[in-house]
């Protein structure tokens, strides 16, 4: 799992409604920038408690990261 491209991230509804054409591109980018820092932070707490809880003792459930990350609803899905 990875955070959204920039170009991906850009076209979501509520980045659109709060960049709108004209606006200045180094204000964008700090934007994604801190986007992108959030997300990773994210992902890597849910790959840490994946690993604790689920790969570790319910081995025979066969969940990989990409099942739970959808499971414990990451904030990408809110958008799509």
């Known amino acids: ?11 979501l509804k509520i ?25 990773m932070q994210h992902i890597e707490e849910l790959r840490k408690k994946w690993e604790s809880e689920w790969y570790d003792k319910h081995r025979l459930l066969d969940i990989d990261f990409e099942s739970y990350y959808k499971m414990m609803d990451s904030p990408n899905l809110k958008y799509n």
């Open 15 to 39: 980045n659109k409604d709060k960049f709108p054409n004209g606006s200045v591109v180094s204000e964008i980018m700090e934007a994604y920038a801190e986007y992108y820092y959030k997300e």
């Open 1 to 11: 799992m990875k955070p959204l491209d920039a170009h991906s991230w850009s076209q």
